[in-house]
C-alpha cells in the first residue's frame, strides 16, 4: 500500500513570507542548517519549502529547469536530506505561477517526475493563472491531474493544494489526492489578517480536517516583526487549536530566543501534532473573548481562552461547557506550570491580544 502521508499537520518552513523572490539555493542551505542548530527540527520541523520563483525555462525536451538563483536542485535537494530534513518545491497549474514564472500547465506528468527525479518531498500548487485557461469548476480535476501525477511518480509527496479557498476545496480536496488546501486568501504580519483567518474563517470546517487531509490558514508570521510576541503566542495557539500545519515564515537563521521559543514550545506543537487530528473550534464567545477546545487522544482535552479585546479581560473554562464535572487536572502550557486538581472552571487573566492555553486531563 502507498505510504499515508501528513498524517499529522506537516511541518516545517516555507520561504514566501519572509524572502519572497529574494530566495534562492544559498539560503535554503543555510536555513536548513540554522533547523538543525535553533532545535527547530527537534522540535518536530521537517519540510524546507521553497515558494515561488525558483523557475527558469523548459529545455527543449520540456523538462523545467530552474534558474540563475537555483544551479543544482538535486544537489540542493541532497544537503537538506542529509541533515535529516526534507524539502518542497512551488508551482501552478496555470501557464504562469502568481509571481509570472513558468507553470506546470500542459507539463503536469514530466513536472512531477523532474520533481521525483530530484528528491522533493512536498509541493505546493498555487492557482494564480490557471483561472486564465480554466473555468473554477474544473479545479477538483486540475489538481487531481497533478495529485495522480505525483503519485505515479512512487515517490512519497505532500501535495498541497493553494486556491485560496474556492469552490469549497475542503470538500473535494482531499479526493484530489490534496494533503493540506489553503482556505483563505494570504496572510499578511498583522494581527488583523492573523486574527481574521485564525478565529473567523475556519469556523465550520472542523469535519474536514483529519490525518492525511488537513485544512491550512496559510503559513505563520511569528519572527517576522509587525506583531508583538503575545500576539505571536496567540497566532501558533490558534494554529495548533486548528490542527494547522505549521511552516514558519521568518528567518530562522537569525530569529531570537523569543521567537524561538514561541516556534518551539513542545506542549504547544504537542496540541496541533495530537495523533487525533482533530480540529479545534470555538465553544463560547463573550464580546471580544473566546473559549476554543480541541479533543486530544487519551480523553484529554486542549482549551484556549483567547483575548482579542485591547485590553485584559478576566477568563473562565467552565467545566459544564466541557461537559465535564468534578475535579480535573489542569496544566497552563505556555506557563509550563501544573495547576493541580479543579473543581467547576478555571479562571485566568488573559493579556490584550492574549492567549491562556490549558491542558484539562479528564
Ligand atoms: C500566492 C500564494 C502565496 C505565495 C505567492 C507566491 O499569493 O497564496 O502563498 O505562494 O502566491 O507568488
Not at 486540475?142 to 501535495?159: C, E, H, N, Q, S
Not at 490542527?243 to 518551539?264: C, F, V
Not at 487522544?297 to 482579542?308: D, I, K, P, S, Y
Request: charged letters at 25%; a negative charge.
Amino acid at each position: 500500500m502507498a505510504q499515508q502521508l501528513a498524517l499529522t499537520p506537516p511541518m516545517g518552513w516555507n520561504s514566501w513570507n519572509k524572502f519572497e523572490e529574494k530566495v534562492n539555493a544559498q539560503v535554503v542551505k543555510q536555513i536548513a542548517d540554522a533547523m538543525v542548530s535553533s532545535g527547530m527540527k527537534e522540535a518536530g520541523y521537517v519540510y524546507v519549502n521553497i515558494d515561488d520563483t525558483w523557475e527558469g525555462k523548459r529545455d527543449a525536451h520540456g523538462v523545467l529547469q530552474p534558474n540563475e538563483k537555483f544551479p543544482d536542485m538535486k544537489a540542493l535537494a541532497d544537503y537538506v536530506h542529509s541533515k535529516g530534513l526534507k524539502i518542497g518545491i512551488y508551482s501552478s497549474p496555470g501557464p504562469k505561477t502568481c509571481a509570472g514564472f513558468e507553470g506546470s500547465y500542459q507539463h503536469e506528468e514530466i513536472d512531477a517526475k523532474t520533481w521525483a527525479a530530484w528528491g522533493i518531498d512536498y509541493l505546493k500548487y498555487d492557482w494564480c493563472s490557471a483561472k486564465d485557461v480554466y473555468k473554477n469548476e474544473d479545479m477538483p480535476a486540475v489538481y487531481k491531474k497533478m495529485g495522480d501525477a505525483l503519485k505515479a511518480t512512487g515517490r512519497p509527496i505532500v501535495f498541497s493544494l493553494c486556491q485560496y479557498g474556492l469552490n469549497k476545496v475542503w470538500e473535494w480536496g482531499a479526493a484530489s489526492g490534496g494533503n493540506l488546501w489553503r482556505t483563505t486568501g494570504d496572510i499578511e504580519d498583522s494581527w488583523k489578517s492573523m486574527s481574521t483567518i485564525g478565529f473567523d474563517k475556519q469556523t465550520g470546517l472542523e469535519k474536514y480536517a483529519g490525518p492525511g487531509h488537513w485544512n491550512d490558514p496559510d503559513m505563520l508570521e511569528i519572527g517576522n516583526g509587525r506583531m508583538d510576541n503575545v500576539e505571536y503566542r496567540t497566532h501558533m495557539s490558534l494554529w495548533a487549536m486548528l490542527a494547522a500545519p505549521l511552516l514558519a515564515g521568518n528567518d530562522i537563521r537569525s530569529m531570537d530566543d523569543e521567537t524561538k521559543q514561541i516556534l518551539t514550545n513542545p506542549e504547544i506543537v504537542a496540541i496541533d501534532q495530537d495523533k487525533l487530528g482533530n480540529q479545534g473550534y470555538l465553544i463560547s464567545k463573550d464580546g471580544r473573548t473566546e473559549t476554543w477546545v480541541k479533543p486530544l487522544e487519551g480523553g484529554e482535552l486542549a482549551v484556549a481562552l483567547f483575548n482579542r479585546d485591547d485590553r485584559p479581560q478576566l477568563m473562565t473554562a467552565k467545566w459544564t461547557d466541557l461537559n465535564l464535572k468534578g475535579n480535573h487536572h489542569v496544566r497552563d502550557v505556555w506557563a509550563h506550570a501544573d495547576r493541580g486538581k479543579i473543581k467547576d472552571f478555571y479562571e485566568a487573566e488573559v493579556s490584550a491580544h492574549g492567549v491562556v492555553v490549558i491542558r484539562v486531563t479528564k
